[in-house]
């Protein structure tokens, strides 16, 4: 009875949805029949949908044929899906259903109507967090510590300690193994760095090239490897300890030679540490002194688990090995056991697993002094400097919102990352936004009465008097990028005094801009751990910082999810910074002001058939990203609710969703002639024909290099899985992309999956 009574509640949530007519039950008066009572209600619209009631479903039924029954009453609405197919569509699609028809550019792009709301700002209470200072004061000198070691720390500005590395270093200088988990950006590094040089330097005899490997350092990603390094020889500037960072993607003859000179402390991403272990015969593990684990929870979010667990055992047994050869005397060994440590900025599950696999009698250190630890393992630990909260966008307003606080940012010169959900979107955008919010025509102000100026409906002249708008740098930072690439951008971004950094989550973890202050979250993350990781790129060492996520109606839900794990967002006023705008623009009317950027969003990527068939690229892999939430997530970002057409306007496209799809499987769609810019439109018929045979050779390029991101056999081994599980999710959305070369994928994928086992069984490949 109790699923009976499910089902009918279910039945009447799904009527109440669904008021259109499309279902014919409604809330009635109690009659003769127990429970729950309903009454036949006219249709609201007139269907030929056959009219059933619940009574006589309840009278004649059992529990088992209701079920039969609801989903007879489902059918009916497929049916009526059907008769207003059309209505459907336009209700999906507003902008333009017929793919012929070429979208109408000089219509102007409504923004606001009847979607524009005045948001109220609700205070937001924030919830204690770790302090980052303690408040004894206590300082680097204060340690006891080599004196050089702390007239280093020094000279870069190290004095006081963090709570983190009050607590963790004098355990670590104990050599005990240790656990620990802190807030982002408290200093975690420092934490275990300092321990670790300064065992180096009273090491006697004095440490030598010879003497090997000392200590080894994992982290998730390659960038983490880089400035990592950079921290230890800030403080290590001791020539005779050398220490050294591997990761993929960079040339694995220059590491080895790098290795065979010899090092002390090395760096590096799981992947290309074992691909060393195994490859590289200069590299022994048999002093090693000390392992680090850092940013543990991503390690294992990116599935180097298993690379993980093969690397600590391949140091038990070169210790096991070296003490049976060498004699326990002479390899020191038993006496100086191997110290572990384990970082990381939340505790789960498979977080502590780790821990019991590697630790020995560990101490576990939190730097929150609360029992919180205990009681709710999820909470998220976010530093109390971050101001967090949330923009409610209509759909179709995101991108001008975006625009515009990007606009408002970068006038107080700050360093912002956005993250968003895929490399093409990634690679969208910043092309996007370089073309048309660094520099705009003169005369963008008259756009609005004369449609079409800022694309080039006027003189040539107007074309080229163009003016810096906003004095920034945008850089782009995603895994597909090439290894020396990625790391210019993260190091020229680190330097610059401001800049808008377009990024995939792959900046999220560990990454420390110490001037970011603002992170835009314009697409929202998969897991609440993501949610605090690329929060946690701002509000480093106690600076302040602000965090902004996009949420729509619809997705406000994850505000009241964030709020359980007691993360309170602060609700924004959208026309804050839309006012932002009208400067830009040249246009008072902050509306207006936004209506023609977007319009001049969309006129440039009309013209622009690779712009355009990026947008599309990254349109079709958000539908994708946005399609695979994890299933505690999709409730609130429930791809059913999703309006595809706004969502498509907020990628610049004018375009059906169905046509997006096409584009980006190669078929060339009836897209316009560009009319507005003068240069475009004085192509000949010839032109096109040529353009479009170019075109179509640029198509089978990029199918290439889709299908090139996976690397092939002399790669993989070079790179770290942290490639591979890109290179996998990559192939996996060119299966969407392009559907008629999945055969090709699939046998991609099967050559991938032996090679994936290879990762341990390196040695064997
Ligand atoms: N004692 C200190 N005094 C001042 N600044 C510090 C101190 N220790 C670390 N910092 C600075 O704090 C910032 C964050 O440090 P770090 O990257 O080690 O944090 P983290 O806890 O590892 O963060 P995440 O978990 O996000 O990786 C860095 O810019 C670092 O230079």
Known sequence: MASLNKALRN?????????????????????NVKGTVFRKKKPLVNTDTKVETVQNVLKNTNERSFKKYKKKIERPTVHIKRKHKKDKQKLLNPIKNNPSEPPQQTKAVNLFHNSQKQFSISHSSKFE?????????????????????????????????TTVQEKVIPIGLSRKDILVRSQTGSGKTLAYAVPIINDLLTLTPRLQR???????????????????????????????????????????????????KGVHILIGTPGRLLDHIFHTSVLKLNKVRCLVLDEADQLLDMGFRKDIIRLVEELNKARINSTENEGAQESNNEENPRQTMLLSASLTKGVSELADFVLKNHVFIDALEEEISEDSPDRLLIPNTIEQSYILTPVKNR??????IIVAKCKQTSKVFVFMASTQMVEYYYELFSRCLLRMPLNRGQYATRAGLLSGDGDDSDLSDEEEVLSTQFFKLHGSMDQKIRKKVFTEFRAAKSGVLFCTDVAARGIDVPTADCIIQYTGPQTDKDYLHRVGRTGRAGKSGSAIIFLTEAEEAYVARLQQLQ????????????????????????????RNLQQHYEDTVRQDKDLHFSACMAYSTWSRFYNSYPTKMRSIFDFKKVNLGHYANSFALKNTPSEISKTVRGEVVNMETPRLNQKLSNYKDEDVAKRSQGFDAKMSKRITDFFNLRPNKKQKNSDSL?????????????????????QDIESVERSSETEESTSLNIKAS
């Not at 390659?222 to 960072?245: D, G, M, P």
Request: hydrophobic fraction near 35%.
């Open 129 to 161: 967090s770790e302090k980052l200072f303690t408040d004894s004061g206590k300082k680097f000198s204060d340690l006891d510590i080599h004196k050089h070691l702390i007239s280093n720390l020094e000279k870069i500005n190290f004095n006081s300690l």
């Open 722 to 742: 942290e490639d591979a599980d890109h290179n996998k999710h990559a192939l996996d959305k060119a299966v969407t992309t392009f559907p008629q070369c999945s």
């Open 399 to 404: 991108l001008v919102t975006l625009s515009a």
């Open 11 to 31: 039945c009447i949530a799904y009527q109440r949805i669904s008021n259109s007519g499309t279902m014919n039950f409604t809330w009635g008066k109690p009659s």
């Open 210 to 260: 010879k003497d090997g490997l000392q200590v080894l350092v994992v982290v998730p990603t390659r960038e983490l490897a880089l400035q990592t390094h950079e921290l230890v020889n800030k403080i290590n500037t001791f020539q005779w300890i050398i220490a050294s960072h591997l990761c993929g993607g960079e040339n694995r003859k220059s590491e080895k030679d790098r290795l065979r």
């Open 567 to 594: 993360v309170r967002l602060r609700k924004l006023n959208s026309t804050d910074f839309l006012n932002c705008l009208s400067e830009v623009m040249n246009e008072p009317d902050h509306e207006r002001a936004a």
